[in-house]
């Protein structure tokens, strides 16, 4: 099997794999199939009895399939996970994997538009047929709706201008493309800090676009029931928004809060964190720079 890392070079290979504590005969999923990098890791560990199924919304994916029977690509959003094992038969399952965020392959395709370095239209669905675009969030949203975004996704202090000066712009013509965008925005983006504004910014439209926050609850609940006793939650993630979430409702199955105490204060939690989180080495993110932002976190299902 060879490993796709031109469309995306999988982060903490062996590290995420090795949290799935897999055995041979398990029943496994990989949420974020891309360029099935991490998928084909698990098939190594995998006997004849072994079964992995993986999801990605992205149909650019598909070219990556794995042909074999064992296998089994689904072309949806792992928002979807407990309702499309279902119809394979599968109620419960011993391991999941995520490697959240954007692949290396959207980011370098230049018309999907996630990356800063091309002029491209705006778009940022990683689902190519989803209704809601970059195009429709920066000329449709209200003023008040961009600005929250881009202080709640972005975590940009200046979201209120940044909002202000997008809606002054499309008064006069359609913000179509990213060079518009950030001729709209230049003068929030000195030469010293253009790139993480700009950064920060995007990555702001694109949760939105593709609903990511939602999708990461829907997502982490479903694993929580879809999981065996014993089975491994394996979660690589690339900002604090995500990597909140995933932390939280690892430490106590809850997004916010903490869990109901009883009378002598002692209180259940779902999971059993394994070890500290991981970060990619020195080695990984001199030959892979997307490695430099990301954190894994594994637990076990009590």
């Known amino acids: 099997m060879s ?44 006997g004849e009895k072994g079964k992995l199924f993986a999801f990605d919304q992205d149909e650019d994916a598909l070219a990556n399939t794995i042909e074999d029977e064992r296998f089994q690509l689904i072309n949806e959003n792992f928002r979807f996970l407990k309702r499309y094992l279902r119809f394979y038969g599968i109620k419960q399952v011993d391991g999941i994997l995520a490697d959240l965020g954007v692949s290396s392959h959207q980011f370098d395709v230049a018309e999907r538009g996630f990356s800063t370095r091309f002029d491209a239209e705006l778009d940022m669905r990683m689902n190519q047929k989803g209704a809601l675009s970059a195009y429709n969030v920066i000329n449709e949203y209200t003023e008040a709706d961009l600005a929250r975004l881009f202080f709640d996704y972005g975590e940009l202090k200046n979201s209120r201008g940044l909002a202000s000066a997008i809606v002054q712009a499309r008064k006069e013509e359609e913000i179509k493309n990213t060079e518009q965008l950030k001729k709209v925005l230049g003068r929030f983006l000195p030469a010293h800090k253009s790139n993480k504004i700009l950064a920060q910014i995007y990555q702001a439209i694109r949760i939105e676009v593709n609903q990511e926050m939602e999708v990461l609850k829907e997502f982490l609940e479903q694993s929580l029931e879809i999981l065996k006793p014993g089975g491994r939650l394996s979660i690589i993630s690339y900002h604090s928004l995500e990597d909140r979430l995933v932390k939280r409702f690892m430490k106590n199955g809850m ?11 002692r209180f259940e939690v779902p999971f059993q964190l394994i070890g500290k989180m991981i970060i990619p080495s020195e080695e990984e993110i001199a030959v892979n720079n997307r490695a430099r932002s990301a954190k894994l976190r594994i637990a076990e299902k009590k």
């Open 255 to 265: 997004f916010e809060g903490e869990p109901e105490r009883d009378f002598f204060g």
């Open 3 to 46: 490993n796709n890392t031109e469309y995306h070079n999988p982060v903490l290979l062996k590290e995420t794999v090795a949290g799935l504590n897999i055995t041979p005969d398990g029943v496994y999923v990989d949420v974020t199939f891309g360029g099935g990098g991490h998928s084909r890791e698990i098939m190594r560990h995998l």
